[in-house]
T-cell receptor, first 110, second 113 residues
C-alpha cells in the first residue's frame, strides 16, 4: 500500500508570510497532484507534476516534485486570506487509483 | 459546463435507516470514484468504477455499503442499515482514464443519529 505523509498537519499564519508544506512517501509515483479544498466544497485540482525534479509555478504557489518522485513540496509566497483551505497531495502509481495524504489545514489571518 | 453533481447535499437520518447517495459524473468521463472524508481518517477511497464496471471496491467498509453504476451518467452509494459511525462527508469524483486529475463533486454531508 502506498502511503503519503503530509506535514505540517495544521498551519496558522499571518497575511504576508511565506510557508512550505510537504508530501512524503517511501513509494515512487508516476505523477503527483496537489488539490485545495475549501470548507463545504470538494477538492479542486491545483497542479499535476510528473517528472522528477519538476518545478511548476501558479502565481504565488510553487510546486516541486522530488528527483526520485517520492516526495513533493508546495511553497506559498506572501500568503493571503484567500489561500486558507485544506491542501491535499495525491500520488498515482501504475494504476489510475490515487493515494491521498491526510492534508495540511492552512489558515491565513488578515 | 456542469461539474460533478451530487445529491442530496445534506442528509440526516436515524440509525438503522437506508441511505442512498447519488452522483452524476462529468459527461465524457469514464472513471468514477466514491470517497469518504472524516477528520480522523482523511479522504478514503471506497470504490472505483471504470466504464461503469467496479474495478476496486477494497475500500468499502463492510457489507452494509454497496455501490452501483447502471450507466455512464449515474451512480449510487447505498448504506443499509446506517450507523452513527457512518457520519462523514461522501464525495464522488470523475476523470478520464489515463489522466490522473480528478474532478470532485460538492459532497454529501451525512449525519446518522
Amino acid at each position: 500500500t502506498q502511503l503519503l505523509e503530509q506535514s505540517p498537519q495544521f498551519l496558522s499564519i499571518q497575511e504576508g508570510e511565506n510557508l512550505t508544506v510537504y508530501c512524503n512517501s517511501s513509494s515512487v509515483f508516476s505523477s503527483l497532484q496537489w488539490y485545495r479544498q475549501e470548507p463545504g466544497e470538494g477538492p479542486v485540482l491545483l497542479v499535476t507534476v510528473v517528472t522528477g525534479g519538476e518545478v511548476k509555478k501558479l502565481k504565488r504557489l510553487t510546486f516541486q516534485f522530488g528527483d526520485a518522485r517520492k516526495d513533493s513540496s508546495l511553497h506559498i509566497t506572501a500568503a493571503q486570506p484567500g489561500d486558507t483551505g485544506l491542501y491535499l497531495c495525491a500520488g498515482t502509481g501504475g494504476s489510475y487509483i490515487p493515494t491521498f495524504g491526510r492534508g495540511t489545514s492552512l489558515i491565513v489571518h488578515p | 459546463d456542469a461539474g460533478v453533481i451530487q445529491s442530496p447535499r445534506h442528509e440526516v437520518t436515524e440509525m438503522g435507516q437506508e441511505v442512498t447517495l447519488r452522483c452524476k459524473p462529468i459527461s465524457g468521463h469514464n472513471s468514477l470514484f466514491w470517497y469518504r472524508q472524516t477528520m480522523m481518517r482523511g479522504l478514503e477511497l471506497l470504490i472505483y468504477f471504470n466504464n461503469n464496471v467496479p474495478i476496486d471496491d477494497s475500500g468499502m467498509p463492510e457489507d452494509r455499503f454497496s455501490a452501483k453504476m447502471p450507466n455512464a451518467s449515474f451512480s449510487t452509494l447505498k448504506i443499509q442499515p446506517s450507523e452513527p459511525r457512518d457520519s462523514a462527508v461522501y464525495f464522488c469524483a470523475s476523470s478520464t482514464t489515463g489522466y490522473n486529475e480528478q474532478f470532485f463533486g460538492p459532497g454529501t454531508r451525512l449525519t446518522v443519529l
